[in-house]
């Protein structure tokens, strides 16, 4: 069984440039989450995609968008990008409707780091 | 905003001994507690949940809640070099809220 697929893994962006990360969630789970990781602040909850529609969201400014498909795939868009942006971005999926019930499988991670 | 906060560390152990983590959270109405285990320059992984008070246990784990108290602990018996790692505390709320991660360091 596959699990979590995020692309690209690594990728480097000037301050103001935009980019999308996308993430595959494990078959059957509807439930995709984001985290940004960094060394100072640790893992923090960026948003909550089920069945296409956003459940929660952190508090991040409006730079920070995402959005989900109708096959779970999920995607995550930072625009005018900052230096403060670079970061390890998570996502995670989970089998369970019920937001924070059961177990997140976390992908790879897609490293972004701002010039 | 909801804190999960963890010290730290490093936690250095011997071989063999009892490892020993906590957490504690801010956000009473919390309902779901996890640890998770994160590899250096992996992703993390779930190693136990536990729901109510009291103890939980899975081989060399244990999972401790205590609701009252807002605490949350893991401790790891006949601890391996395998288990250095930094260990995460996560708490369910309006999101899933991680604690900055416990650096655990088993020297044999």
């Known amino acids: 069984k596959a699990g979590v697929t995020q692309t690209p893994r690594y990728l480097i962006k000037t301050r103001g440039q935009q980019v999308t990360l996308s993430c595959s969630p494990i078959?059957?789970?509807?439930?995709v989450s984001w985290y940004q990781q960094t060394p100072g602040q640790g893992l923090q909850f960026l948003f909550e995609?089920?069945?296409?529609?956003?459940?929660n969201k952190g508090n991040f400014p409006g730079r920070f968008s995402g959005r989900q498909f109708s096959n779970s795939r999920s995607e995550m868009n930072v625009s005018t990008l900052e230096l403060g942006d670079s970061a390890l971005y998570l996502c995670?999926?989970?089998?369970?409707?019920?937001?924070?019930?059961?177990?997140?499988?976390f992908g790879e991670g897609s490293r972004l780091t701002v010039l | 905003q909801k804190e999960v906060e963890q010290n730290s560390g490093p936690l250095s152990v011997p071989e063999g001994a009892i490892a020993s983590l906590n957490c504690t959270y801010s956000?009473?109405?919390?309902?779901?507690f996890f640890w998770y285990r994160q590899y250096s320059g992996k992703s993390p992984e779930l190693i136990m949940s536990?729901?109510?008070?009291g103890d939980k246990e899975d081989g060399r784990f244990t999972a401790q809640l205590n609701k009252a108290s807002q605490y949350v602990s893991l401790l790891i018996r006949d601890s391996q070099p395998s288990d250095s790692a930094t260990y995460l505390c996560?708490?369910?709320?309006?999101?899933?809220?991680f604690g900055k991660g416990t650096s655990l360091l088993v020297t044999p």
């Open positions: 995670a999926s989970s089998l369970e409707d019920t937001p924070w019930t059961g177990e997140l499988f």
């Open positions: 995609y089920f069945s296409e529609t956003q459940r």
């Open positions: 996560a708490v369910s709320g309006y999101a899933l809220n």
């Open positions: 536990i729901y109510s008070n």
């Open positions: 078959s059957g789970h509807r439930s």
């Open positions: 956000d009473r109405v919390s309902q779901s």
